[in-house]
């Protein structure tokens, strides 16, 4: 029977040895064996397995959520399904909106026109224009936290927000 090392199924599905040793610790993705040094190896059936649980991470699906359909016998729920459809939609609502803020932006600056000083109501006036609700300007910034923190530092202070509200506003951001 073929087996994988640890290397091997990194190598072949893109992933880190410390996301599959992490998928191991909380029981995503367990280790089907031991070599006589400790190492872990995996059969045929973990690399299906896994294969599985990159085709979910890929469809947005979160690990606590791709844990308990492999509990369940390995079949996502309409109802976990339609939740991350109804979620994808909105990311994307949020991506449209911030697309077509950041056109006006660019425009402006082709234009000719010296940007205006954008302070923190500025920004947040502009963000409700484009139709964003708090619900998703809470999603931006924890994406934006999530995706480049010192970026989403430099942002905050280039808006003239206080040290004090940038450090609540990161948080919230990342506890979100």
Not at 23 to 30: A, F, K, N, T
Not at 105 to 120: E, T
Request: aromatic share 6%; charged share 30%.
């Amino acid at each position: 029977m073929k087996t994988y090392t640890i290397s091997e199924l990194g190598r072949e599905f893109g992933l880190s040895r410390s996301t599959l040793l992490y998928y191991d610790r909380i029981g995503v993705l367990p280790a089907s064996g031991r070599t006589g040094s400790g190492y872990r190896t995996y059969t045929e059936r973990e690399r299906r397995r896994l294969e599985r649980v990159r085709s979910f991470r890929e469809a947005g699906l979160t690990l606590k959520d791709i844990r308990a359909v492999l509990a369940s016998g390995g079949r996502p729920g309409a109802k976990l399904l339609e939740r991350r459809m109804r979620e994808a939609g909105e990311n994307l609502r949020g991506l449209r909106n911030q697309q077509r803020l950041l056109a006006g932006m660019l425009n402006r600056i082709a234009a000719g026109a010296p940007p205006p000083a954008v302070d923190k109501k500025l920004w947040v006036e502009m963000l409700r224009s484009a139709g964003m609700d708090d619900q998703a300007m809470n999603r931006w910034h924890t994406e934006f936290e999530r995706r480049a923190p010192q970026g989403h530092q430099d942002f905050l202070a280039s808006l003239g927000i206080s040290e004090g509200e940038i450090v609540r506003i990161r948080q919230w951001s990342r506890k979100n």
